[in-house]
Nanobody, 124 residues
């Protein structure tokens, strides 16, 4: 069991930056796939970025490559998503998720542990 709590969302103008954090607790001694997902109003949830905590391999959706960076701090069991050059289309509820095994690392339904989400709004 893993508990996840996101923070760091907010409102920003296009071109700005935000850093999201996801604090993990519970059985964090095991290695997981951890990811950031987002869901705009009225749309399906989509994968943004993921990382394998055992080796540090990272994965990104094409729409955020070069703008977003996923990192982990193993000492504090915290996952981060640095978001730069934000666009209005990045506006969504952002969720942190974790799973022991994820064949599709950016597929939401491969993940069983979810946080409550943090809202990101980007204005033009």
């Amino acid at each position: 069991q893993v508990q996840l709590v996101e923070s760091g969302g907010g409102s920003v103008q296009a071109g700005g930056s935000l850093r999201l954090s996801c604090a993990a607790s519970g059985n964090t001694a095991r290695t997981y796939y951890m990811g950031w997902f987002r869901q705009p109003p009225g749309k399906a949830r989509e994968g943004v970025a993921a990382i394998y905590t055992g080796g540090g391999n990272t994965y990104y959706a094409d729409s955020v490559k070069g703008r977003f960076t996923i990192t982990q701090d193993n000492a504090t069991n915290t996952l981060y998503l640095q978001m730069n050059s934000l666009k209005p289309e990045d506006s969504a509820m952002y969720y942190c998720a974790a799973e022991l095994r994820a064949s599709g690392v950016l597929r939401p339904y491969d993940y069983g542990y979810w946080g409550q989400g943090t809202q990101v709004a980007v204005s033009s």
